[in-house]
């Protein structure tokens, strides 16, 4: 069974940082495109970060500087590494996979696994 799931959310002060998590299980993420998005309460969910089968990155200009998405594929986790957090960045993170070998899109119909989410909350 295909599965995505996330973890290391909490609730941190302005400034603070948290290493987001998601594991998977049922395939490998290598060389896959994987994404976070982020669903504040009231908004629509929205683009983070992602990272494309080659490695390479990109990441919304909202969190330009401050996140990094990575990952390890010994473990098969993708991380997001926050830094710099502020109460904008408070929502329900999800991890999510794309297609193999491929560049990512920003869009959310590029993605067709999905994690459960994990919050983050950040105070001022």
């Known amino acids: 069974q295909v599965q995505l799931v996330e973890s290391g959310g909490g609730s941190v002060q302005a400034g603070g940082s948290l290493k987001l998590s998601c594991a998977a299980y049922?395939?490998?993420?290598?060389?896959?495109?994987m994404g976070w998005f982020r669903q504040a309460p009231g908004k629509e969910r929205e683009f983070v970060s992602h990272i494309n089968f080659d490695d390479t990155t990109s990441h919304a200009d909202s969190v330009k500087g401050r996140f990094t998405i990575f990952r390890d594929n010994a473990k098969n986790t993708v991380y997001l590494q926050t830094n710099g957090l502020t109460p904008e960045d408070t929502a329900m993170y999800y991890c999510?996979?794309?297609?193999?070998?491929?560049?990512?899109?920003?869009?959310?119909?590029?993605?067709?696994?999905w994690g459960q989410g994990t919050q983050v909350t950040v105070s001022s």
């Open positions: 999510a996979a794309g297609r193999f070998g491929g560049y990512c899109r920003k869009d959310e119909s590029a993605f067709y696994v």
């Open positions: 049922g395939y490998s993420i290598s060389n896959r495109c």
